[in-house]
């Protein structure tokens, strides 16, 4: 499923993040940039909304036993 | 002297025993073709000539006292430039760390030089391993020796052009996404992803701390069997470092492929539009002659490739962020563009997007492992086309040729290897994919599909001759 935010409010939202992440991205870049974003929000859609509660993340660890010195 | 310029690296493993060469021979002859043939094609950054003649020294001088270090005793070999190397300048290809000089080796350095190794110097990649090729940093990018004009894809550029140009028989790369097999598949090498955790990452730049493996590139399955020889093995300073036995992974090398059971993920590749028709009809002929020497070669169902591809991009940027953050914040335009551009989108991902990748990591590995049950590898192609040309780069993230991304999500082994030359005078090649831990059988593999092709007498390029 495609991200079907509005340019003007992914514009918006890309904003917020990178002054949220303390990034200054310069003007020239800007549009790069926000397509990147635009791209990876499409990839990001086709992981939403996919996993119920029991679906559990890959980094989930387990623990070994420490043996005393 | 003899022309030692095709020698694979057990052929001059015996010339050096057998005293019809000498290491420092080796050493000097490589270091001439780099002298020759870098200029035009930038490899490397930088050339270890007295290390390369130090180590050379060392390996006669101890053979002739009865020490042998095993097969990479007196072969010459280079490091992608984001492999630390004690005293000598590591730059990540960036102006970051143009002056970086490591006071420790990593982990594959360590291993080569106890091997008996020469290091001839250190080689191109795009930048952090994620952003080329690029014209905007401290170094120019690495040029396909297939066709100068054509990239060699990323991001182990130099290690690619190096081995190509014969400048050197193997070369370390590192593959996030598909950083070695890309640039082999494009550049004509074998290249192998060794299972996540069969090569210890200590010392190399992080690019995303899940998805790095460590591997070589090199001109033959041969070469690439004896290399991850070397490497293989338990590293208790990589935390994600496997402690799993390390097999001979030359004993399989000439068994053929009768009997053996072979998945291919159609789908995959089929479906493309980015698929040229040599490519299909590449790997077509090899499932045909792979049927022809006894393998059962079937078409299996895997999730959408698409799936993969979002997992590994979104567990790559925000991962790829953390490492880059402050330097982003301080000091973003120092990094050439590509580099920037694509890093710092990462800063968007949140905590649950991040959360659902590491979910679909789960799903996609046990979906892989369940239909290797009823194989023993797969097959699929590496790149859908040719390298294309400087001029007209793809977009390697959002619309990726490669074919590489679903192994390092998985962490399965992953081995490039070419079959054939384009109408346009370009490598094209398939992938083997096999069980965790089984690297033995996909350079079994590997090995019967270099022979069963033809590649073996493929030229190289002209200009190299």
Not at chain 2, 38 to 46: N, R, S, V, Y
Not at chain 2, 314 to 328: K, N, R
Request: with cysteine; aromatic share 6%.
């Amino acid at each position: 499923m495609a991200d079907t935010t509005p340019p003007e409010a992914l514009a918006a939202e890309f904003d917020c993040l990178m002054a949220r992440a303390g990034i200054t991205v310069p003007e020239s870049r800007r549009t790069a940039v926000l397509t990147a974003y635009a791209d990876l929000r499409n990839k990001i859609a086709l992981l939403h909304g996919r996993y119920g509660a029991a679906a559990e993340p890959s980094n989930v660890f387990r623990l070994s036993p420490v043996e005393s010195k | 002297m003899m022309d030692t310029q095709d020698l694979s690296i057990a052929a001059m493993g015996q010339a050096l025993r057998a005293g019809a060469v000498t290491a420092q021979q080796l050493a000097r002859a490589a270091l001439a073709r780099i002298a020759a043939r870098d200029p035009g094609l930038q490899a490397f950054l930088l050339v270890t000539e007295a290390r390369a003649l130090a180590d050379a020294r060392r390996a006669d001088d101890e053979l002739q006292a009865g020490r042998d270090r095993g097969p990479m005793h007196g072969i010459p070999y280079a490091l992608k430039d984001i492999y630390d190397t004690a005293g000598i300048r590591t730059t990540c290809h960036s102006k970051l760390r143009v002056d970086h000089v490591p006071q420790s080796d990593s982990a594959v350095a360590t291993k080569l030089t106890e091997a008996g190794g020469v290091l001839l110097g250190k080689l191109a990649t795009h930048e952090f391993a994620i952003g080329g090729p690029s014209f905007d940093l401290p170094f120019p990018p690495a040029r396909n020796p297939w066709n100068p004009e054509h990239i060699t894809g990323g991001s182990s550029s130099g290690s690619a052009t190096a081995i190509a140009a014969r400048m050197v028989r193997m070369a370390m790369g590192s593959d996030t996404g598909g950083s070695i097999r890309g640039p082999a598949a494009w550049c004509g090498l074998v290249g192998i992803k060794p299972t996540y955790g069969r090569i210890s990452r200590r010392g190399v730049f992080p690019l995303s701390w899940t998805l790095d493996h460590c591997g070589p590139l090199s001109r033959s399955v041969e070469d690439s069997a004896i290399t991850l020889q070397v490497l293989a093995g338990r590293d208790p300073e990589d935390p994600a470092s496997a402690d799993v036995p390390v097999p001979d992974y030359c004993a399989g090398l000439t068994l053929g492929v009768g009997g053996l059971r072979i998945g291919v993920p159609r789908a995959f590749f089929a479906t493309e539009s980015a698929a040229i028709p040599e490519v299909i009809a590449g790997i077509d002929r090899i499932i045909a002659l792979l049927r022809e020497a006894g393998a059962t070669v079937e078409d299996v169902a895997l999730p959408d490739y698409a799936l993969f591809a979002a997992a590994g991009r979104v567990i790559m940027m925000p991962e790829a962020f953390a490492i880059h953050q402050a330097d982003l914040q301080r000091r973003l335009l120092d990094y050439g563009e590509i580099s920037a551009n694509r890093i710092v989108v990462g800063a968007a991902v949140t905590a649950a997007d991040y959360i659902n990748a590491l979910r679909a990591r789960r799903e996609l590995t046990d979906a892989v492992n369940a239909v290797l049950r009823g194989y023993d590898a797969l097959l699929t192609v590496s790149a859908l086309n040719t390298a294309p040309r400087f001029d007209a780069p793809p977009d390697t993230l959002s619309a990726s040729p490669m074919q590489t991304i679903p192994f390092n999500v998985t962490g399965h082994p992953a081995m490039s290897v070419p079959v054939g030359l384009a109408p346009n005078g370009l490598p094209i090649s398939v992938q083997i994919v096999g069980r965790p831990f089984d690297e033995a059988m996909v350079f079994r593999i590997g090995s019967a599909i270099e022979h069963l092709s033809g590649w073996d007498e493929v030229k190289l390029p002209a200009f190299a001759a």
